[in-house]
């Protein structure tokens, strides 16, 4: 018997199952402006953590605004910062469990 198979013999049709995945990942993240609005303090706090992270790996070395110029700031690579919620990990409405993330934006590319 194959895993397709054991939800159709639930009741769960496989786009039930895709859309419950999804949909739970999809609404897990928050961006940064959101997570803030939404978690306060502790949404700050993970977004540091993750930028020490970021800085500690060494991915990547800021560099002065005002050193760069009009072409180098417009074809600067940007970052998407969000806040990840983990739902399945003991997520309570009175005790959530956050992160920050970090993602890279390659569309500017």
């Known amino acids: 018997m194959t895993v397709l198979s054991s939800f159709t013999?639930?009741?769960?049709?496989?786009?039930?199952l895709l859309e419950s995945f999804t949909s739970g990942?999809?609404?897990a993240q928050?961006?940064?402006?959101?997570?803030?609005k939404k978690y306060g303090r502790e949404a700050k706090i993970q977004l540091l953590?993750?930028?020490k992270q970021l800085m500690e790996?060494?991915?990547?070395?800021?560099?002065k605004a005002a050193d760069l110029t009009f072409?180098?700031?417009?074809?600067?690579?940007k970052m998407i910062n969000l806040i990840e919620e983990k739902v399945n990990r003991g997520h309570t409405d009175e005790n959530p469990?956050?992160?920050g993330r970090s993602v890279f934006n390659g569309?500017?590319?």
């Open 9 to 16: 013999m639930l009741g769960m049709s496989i786009k039930n």
């Open 25 to 27: 990942f999809v609404f």
């Open 30 to 36: 928050l961006s940064a402006k959101q997570g803030i």
């Open 49 to 51: 953590a993750e930028f």
């Open 57 to 63: 790996y060494k991915t990547f070395h800021g560099r």
């Open 71 to 77: 072409e180098q700031k417009k074809r600067a690579a």
């Open 97 to 99: 469990v956050i992160k």
């Open 107 to 109: 569309h500017v590319q």
